[in-house]
């Protein structure tokens, strides 16, 4: 993933509170902030309802107009007069489930499930002026386990996120070590200890040993990543964590499978 596309992702993960919506509140007109191909490929997606004021930048948009949980979806250019629509015909629902980690929204297409996001934030803002309700609803798309997503941000959180320093030098070999992870970087160890240059990773309260164990696990389901420098995290977990600890919350659920499938094999 991008740089860009990892600090919203690393800014959205920090809010350790569930994203909570009542049914009802889903009631109205939503429209996208994304191109309507951005859409189909973005793994954060934003609506907002009462949008007259926020700055849409692109002439494409999707709209999601939402009724007793019933849904009608729409492909809008905006950019051409008068503006032109493409409705779906087919029956639309909506369904929000809770999880382990938050509130889970399902679109079915003729009782087909199409897609599933995980609701982030629903936040509403006033506009003084205009005395208008402008509400966001904040969405993560769900990622597919051969994605590897999870794995894939914590290692760019490692290395460009935590800014460890990459040595090109052909000098200085001394005191650093190859990342397992990334053979083209190299991690100055810190302190002379000879040990795992990289952070400790803790998920759910458990140290794991083998980074790749985030493989089996789902970035959208990981709703709260916190790290904790060495002087923050020593008194904690000893000179396992020389190099600080990066502490993540995910689904109980899977992570427990995943445990269990990987017991024994250097967790």
Request: proline share 2%.
């Amino acid at each position: 993933m991008g740089i860009k596309k990892i600090t919203i992702l690393f800014l959205l993960l920090q809010i350790s509170l569930f994203g909570q919506i009542k049914k009802s509140e889903l009631n109205g007109k939503w429209k996208t902030s994304n191109d309507n191909d951005l859409f189909q490929l973005s793994d954060t997606i934003n609506f907002y309802k009462n949008e007259f004021f926020v700055s849409i930048k692109s002439c494409n948009q999707i709209i999601w107009e939402i009724k007793n949980r019933k849904l009608k979806t729409k492909k809008v250019h905006n950019c051409s007069e008068p503006g032109r629509v493409i409705q779906f015909n087919e029956k639309e629902k909506i369904k929000i489930k809770k999880t382990d980690f938050g509130q889970v929204l399902e679109i079915y297409l003729a009782k087909n499930l199409i897609d599933k996001f995980r609701i982030i934030s629903n936040n509403k803002q006033r506009k003084v002026k205009r005395k208008r309700n402008i509400k966001q609803l904040n969405l993560m798309r769900f990622d597919k386990l051969t994605d590897e997503k999870l794995y894939k941000y914590v290692d760019s959180l490692i290395f460009k996120v935590l800014k460890y320093k990459v040595d090109t030098s052909k000098n200085e070999n001394f005191g650093t070590q190859i990342s397992t992870s990334n053979p083209n970087v190299k991690i100055r160890i810190r302190d002379g200890y000879i040990g795992n240059p990289e952070p400790l990773i803790v998920v759910n309260g458990y140290p794991i040993k083998n980074k790749s164990i985030l493989k089996n696990l789902l970035l959208v389901e990981t709703y709260n990543i916190v790290y904790l420098t060495k002087e923050k995290s020593a008194y904690l977990y000893g000179t396992r964590a020389i190099n600080g600890v990066i502490i993540m919350n995910t689904s109980e659920k899977r992570f427990k499978i995943v445990r269990k499938n990987t017991a024994g094999n250097n967790q």
